[in-house]
């Protein structure tokens, strides 16, 4: 079945520092993938997207490339601020699990002035 | 707009107690789901409805029951709950969940259900 492996927090960093989630997935087929933010508190927000190999997906200074020969979707961002304190989730969608997401176990980032 | 709605914002309910938690969206979106979240692990999906029929059950026990009453509402009935049902309870809904595309879930902000 389909998987998504994510690297294990917490991740901790100073402010502007660069940042960079490893996720890797298992998947039958051509799945779109995702990252989701959860503030605390809050519900699941998209992040990015990706749909086919080489896509990458963007937003908020965040990015993060589709790629197939690794199965990989690493989620990056260049200067981190206190505010983007969350749990990521690295999801896909697609494969063998129609109508289902399959996340991996999250990671949780936490940046300190 | 990208916005799926949940209420009530919090729920502390007894064992004994009957209680429902409302989901709405007007996306158009024609897949509506349930998802139960637990402190710092991924949501995992209980129920999936498209086009306001069942779908998917993620053998769910009977103490939650869902209900689609049309394409823009999804209720999740709850009756009889154990304490370890307390969770935040998501909802999310996507443009259809049955032609095997792949489609972005958009979540609403989920109720705290706390369950005494």
């Known amino acids: 079945g389909d998987s998504v492996t994510q690297m294990e927090g917490p991740v901790t960093l100073s402010e502007e520092a660069f940042l960079t989630i490893n996720c890797t997935y298992t998947?039958?087929?051509?799945?779109?993938l995702f990252w989701y933010v959860q503030y605390p508190g809050e519900g699941l927000q998209l992040l990015l997207k990706?749909?086919?190999?080489?896509d990458k997906g963007s937003n908020k200074g965040f990015e993060a490339t589709y790629r197939k020969e690794t199965t990989s979707f690493h989620l990056e961002k260049g200067s981190v601020q206190v505010s983007d304190s969350a749990v990521y989730f690295c999801?896909?969608?697609?494969?063998?699990?129609?109508?289902?997401?399959?996340f991996g176990q999250g990671t949780i980032l936490t940046v300190h002035p | 707009d990208t916005e799926v709605t949940q209420t009530p914002k919090h729920l502390v309910m007894g064992m004994t107690n009957k209680k429902s938690l409302k989901c709405e969206q007007h996306m158009g979106h024609r897949a509506m789901y349930w998802y139960k979240q637990k402190a710092k692990k991924p949501p995992e999906l209980m129920f999936v409805?498209?086009?306001?029929?069942?779908?998917i059950n993620e053998s769910v026990p009977s103490r939650f029951s869902p209900e689609c009453p049309n394409s823009s509402l999804l209720n999740l009935h709850l009756h009889a709950l154990q304490p370890e049902d307390s969770a935040l309870y998501l909802c999310a809904s996507s443009q259809d969940s049955s032609s095997g595309d792949t489609d972005t879930q958009y979540f609403g902000p989920g109720t705290r259900l706390t369950v005494l």
């Open positions: 999801a896909l969608a697609g494969g063998t699990s129609y109508g289902k997401l399959t």
């Open positions: 409805y498209s086009y306001e029929k069942l779908s």
């Open positions: 990706a749909t086919k190999a080489d």
């Open positions: 998947a039958t087929g051509y799945p779109s």
